[in-house]
């Protein structure tokens, strides 16, 4: 019993030495911080793997981009501009909007307009780089909005392999200032207006929002170790939204293409995401090129987690405390001591290893999902090294006690060597000749004097090779152990070689655990005194893999050579100068040879004699040389015939094993029908889009395209003419219905040109009458002056058509200015049409006008009345309206009568 105890105590402190130990080694790793940036791709496998997240954005991003930089057609962007961008901003009616671009400096033309609206949005609020470090030197804010306290910090914490993983609420300046980033910032006036404000609890900095409680991030917390954590910084907790955040392009805000209601009470950000301008960053999510994250995402993220957090209670990620690590390390290690000490099977060995592994990670992947940043390298390696040196040390010591075993086998065995060196002796050179050889199959068959064979010695490789145990072979002939037809061939392969007298050597094919195996056998007789064979010495080498390999290659020579000759692409091999190796027939028929031996011989010079441009092989080898591979490189080539064809060439290059080049590889595909089809498609596209521009003012054809259902804007400054042709009822019964509508084509044809000419907008014809506007679709101030110049004109080309008794024609003209509503309503037979009291007073205006007179409005005639001469006709009754004062319009003192 005292031994027992005695064993289990020493077992017990050898146990607790190996958790102590491998303890202190992976915290001592961990400390040095040679594990931080494992940590943090696990870390960043977390969130790849997390679900996408079913809440919805509060934030618009307008992104500027590449396309956006190259319309601006400079960088950075006039103060014209972005004043031009915030004032459209402004009438969405957004909460909060954040101008992530530097302005510390005057970017001239329209600086004045600039600082008018930083002056007036009371919710913009600009940035400035408080830090100057390896990101960049500080940068200060646009002098205005510091001035009015709208500034943020754009200071982001990036880690030591190029990650962003942590978010700065807010920095302090080398002044002293503590500075807000742009995330917070926003954030914060967010929630202002749901009378959310932020609290401290005044317990180690701690912070309350809402449903939020934010608290720092420590050095050691998480997988950071020793991590520069100044300001006040917390884990990011990127989000994975199923509906994206909705992002829209400058160029699109420039030409109000701003989805209804797309910021309405929302935070808005304006930031770079072109690449020229270098303000990329890699995330967690980053895995390639195209998954690289903007500064400005960066900030929009921080908001929206700010948001989310403290209207929601969505969860914060934090790291869990640092003695709670060191406790888990403790106890992965000891985990890992006792089960390689228990385990003893190694197939239970790894099975439990895999099991704890995955429950591991899994246990650390659900303590991400509640917001937990759990460290899983440092317990996987204390529970893996905890496990090896238990186990090495149980098998040391069983290995001690084996040695034991085997000394006093040794004395024992001392004694039977003795006994036996003399027979052993004996057969030395028996066992010499079998065991000579042993990577090959040896056997010895001795030969009976009936005629049939034996089975006299076999060495271990034989049956390893043909799987069949030598107990069962030894003393037997084939046919006792074999199958008929095996042991018959063996049989005759014996019975040859006594014939011949000679060294035989061939290739069998025989059936050995239970599949047919390929053998490469030699067969040596052996003569006695009286020169009869007695015995014959048999090796085999195991061929069935070269075999299968042989058999292999040959099926997929066959099946290549089946494809090169079949397939309907066109295969080949050139030499970089530009010659023919190789072609097949698909080839030829492309291009237009009887067979690809003829087309080797007759194309010596790709570039000059296939290529119509004769440029294109050059950007074709400059293309191979960058690349190493072409894809989809179209080009026109002559037939054999002279006729031109489209062709599309995929192809690659060949190195030899110095990494020369040695030709090029690849394919051709006619494309000749499908070039065809693709040009007639465009030309409709364009006839389609033309004719919708003549239907429809251009911007509103964009906005058709754009899909909106119904279009209709308000317009509070426009002037609107009718015109009508007098005493066009009674011409229309002298005449035929063609004459009168070549007539009237012929009219407003004339019309037209002036419309085009004054930059307005045509808006319908209605039998004899022309109506025509100014200032929409794109407002203009001149509009009313723009509509009298065209109404003058009018009344000057009328005179030059004269009616069939020689008179001209007159016109009476209507003209009011004020508000309308512009747009298109309906799903069938499009039009752009005006509604409101505005339309029916001008059409008034003309009705109730005098033959070659232009009568106007008051409205009108406050707007010109000091560019033109009017006379005032007085007050007239307008049906629906009452009396009104109208005015005629007069040119160079002449009145217009």
């Known amino acids: 019993m005292w031994t027992k105890l005695k064993t289990r105590f020493l077992r017990g402190r050898i146990l607790g030495t190996i958790v102590v130990s491998v303890t202190g080694a992976v915290l001592g790793l961990q400390w040095a911080g040679t594990l931080q940036l494992l940590e943090s791709a696990i870390l960043d496998r977390w969130f790849r793997l997390r679900p996408l997240e079913s809440s919805k954005s509060r934030l618009v991003i307008v992104t500027i981009d590449e396309e956006d930089i190259s319309r601006l057609e400079r960088w950075p962007m006039s103060d014209a501009t972005l004043a031009t961008v915030l004032e459209k901003l402004k009438q969405q009616q957004p909460r909060v909007i954040g101008l992530g671009l530097y302005r510390n400096l005057p970017v001239e033309p329209g600086h004045q307009e600039l600082v008018k609206v930083f002056t007036s949005t009371l919710n913009l609020i600009g940035i400035q780089r408080a830090l100057s470090n390896n990101n960049g030197p500080a940068v200060d804010p646009p002098p205005v909005l510091r001035e009015q306290n709208q500034i943020a910090a754009s200071d982001l914490v990036i880690d030591t392999d190029g990650k962003v993983r942590r978010h700065l609420l807010s920095v302090r300046d080398p002044d002293g200032k503590i500075n807000m980033t742009l995330g917070t910032k926003l954030a914060l006036a967010?929630?202002?207006?749901?009378?959310?404000?932020?609290?401290?609890?005044?317990?180690?900095?701690?912070?309350?929002?809402?449903?939020?409680?934010?608290?720092?991030?420590?050095e050691n917390e998480g997988g950071y170790i020793r991590a520069d954590v100044g300001g006040y910084q917390i884990l990011a907790n990127f989000h994975a939204l199923r509906e994206k955040v909705p992002k829209i392009s400058m160029t699109d805000v420039l030409e109000d293409r701003i989805p209804n209601n797309l910021m309405r009470g929302r935070i808005v950000v304006i930031g770079s995401v072109a690449a020229s301008l270098d303000d990329n960053f890699y995330t967690p999510f980053t895995t390639n090129p195209n998954t690289i994250w903007s500064g400005i995402e960066l900030h929009a993220d921080l908001a929206s987690q700010i948001l989310s957090a403290a209207l929601d209670g969505r969860q914060l990620l934090r790291g869990v405390p640092e003695p709670i690590e060191w406790l888990s390390v403790f106890l992965w290690s000891s985990?890992?001591?006792?089960?390689?000490?228990?385990?003893?099977?190694?197939?239970?060995?790894v099975v439990v290893i895999l099991a704890t592994t995955g429950s591991l990670m899994g246990s650390a992947y659900l303590f991400f999902l509640r917001g937990w940043w759990l460290t899983v390298t440092s317990p996987f390696l204390a529970f893996v090294s905890a496990g090896l040196i238990s186990r090495g040390f149980l098998l040391?010591?069983?290995?001690?006690?084996?040695?034991?075993?085997?000394?006093?086998?040794?004395?024992?065995?001392?004694?039977?060597?003795?006994?036996?060196?003399?027979?052993?002796?004996?057969?030395e050179l028996f066992l010499r000749s079998i065991y000579d050889g042993v990577a090959q199959s040896i056997f010895v068959v001795d030969v009976l004097e009936n005629g049939q064979f034996q089975y006299v010695g076999l060495?271990?490789?034989?049956?390893?090779?043909?799987?069949?145990?030598?107990?069962?072979?030894?003393?037997?002939?084939?046919?006792?152990?074999?199958?008929?037809?095996?042991?018959s061939a063996i049989e005759q392969r014996y019975q040859t070689c006594i014939e011949t007298g000679e060294t035989i050597s061939y290739e069998e094919c025989l059936p050995f655990q239970g599949q047919q195996t390929w053998w490469f056998t030699s067969l040596t007789p052996l003569h006695d005194e009286k020169g009869r064979i007695y015995r014959i010495i048999g090796s085999s080498i195991n061929i069935t893999e070269r075999k299968q390999a042989e058999a292999a290659l040959q099926e997929a020579e066959e099946k290549y050579r089946s494809i090169f000759e079949n397939t309907d692409e066109g295969l080949f091999q050139t030499t970089p100068e530009g010659k023919y190796l190789s072609a097949n027939p698909a080839l030829a028929r492309i291009y237009g040879y009887s067979s690809p031996e003829e087309l080797i011989v007759c194309l010596q010079n790709?570039?000059?004699?296939?290529?119509?441009d004769k440029s294109r092989r050059a950007k074709f080898v400059a293309l191979m040389r960058a690349q190493e591979r072409v894809s989809n490189f179209q080009s026109q080539v002559y037939r054999q015939d002279g006729s031109i064809i489209w062709i599309e060439e995929n192809a690659h290059v060949v190195y030899n094993a110095k990494d020369k080049p040695l030709y090029y590889?690849?394919?051709?595909?006619?494309?000749?029908?499908?070039?065809?089809?693709?040009?007639?498609?465009?030309?409709?596209?364009?006839c389609t889009e033309d004719l919708l521009y003549n239907i429809l003012p251009a911007p509103i054809a964009k906005r058709l395209k754009l899909q909106e259902s119904i279009i209709a804007d308000s317009f509070d400054k426009v002037t609107v003419l009718f015109a009508d042709l007098v005493s066009f009822t009674e011409l229309s019964a002298q005449i035929s219905a063609t004459q009168l509508v070549d007539l009237l084509n012929k009219i407003f044809s004339v019309f037209d040109q002036l419309t085009e000419k004054h930059g307005l907008e045509k808006i319908k014809t209605i039998g004899d009458a022309y109506m025509v506007v100014g200032g929409l679709p794109t407002p203009r101030s001149d509009h009313a002056e723009a509509v009298v110049e065209m109404a003058l004109d009018m009344q000057r080309e009328i005179t030059r058509f004269q009616r069939e008794d020689g008179q001209p024609f007159h016109l009476r003209i209507g003209i009011n200015s004020g508000p309308v509503v512009a747009g298109v309503i309906g799903t069938k037979k499009f039009a752009y049409d005006l509604w409101g009291d505005t339309v029916n007073v001008a059409s008034r205006m003309e009705s109730m006008g005098m033959a070659g007179g232009i009568q106007v409005t008051a409205a009108t005639y406050a707007l010109l009345k000091d560019k033109y001469i009017f006379e005032e006709r007085g007050t007239i009754t307008v049906k629906g309206k009452g009396e009104m004062m109208t005015y005629w319009l007069k040119k160079n003192g002449n009145a217009v009568e």
């Open 665 to 686: 590889e690849g394919s051709v595909v006619d494309i000749t029908m499908r070039k065809i089809w693709e040009e007639a498609l465009h030309y409709q596209q364009q």
């Open 396 to 427: 040391w010591q069983e290995l001690q006690l084996s040695h034991q075993a085997l000394e006093q086998y040794a004395q024992t065995l001392e004694l039977k060597v003795q006994e036996r060196t003399q027979e052993l002796t004996e057969k």
């Open 335 to 349: 985990i890992g001591t006792i089960l390689g000490w228990k385990v003893r099977s190694p197939l239970w060995l």
């Open 459 to 487: 060495n271990p490789t034989h049956e390893l090779l043909t799987g069949i145990p030598s107990t069962k072979l030894q003393g037997k002939t084939p046919a006792q152990v074999l199958s008929y037809d095996t042991a």
């Open 190 to 218: 967010y929630l202002e207006a749901e009378n959310i404000r932020l609290q401290n609890t005044d317990k180690e900095g701690i912070l309350k929002l809402g449903k939020a409680r934010f608290q720092p991030l420590q």
């Open 606 to 612: 790709i570039n000059q004699q296939l290529y119509v």
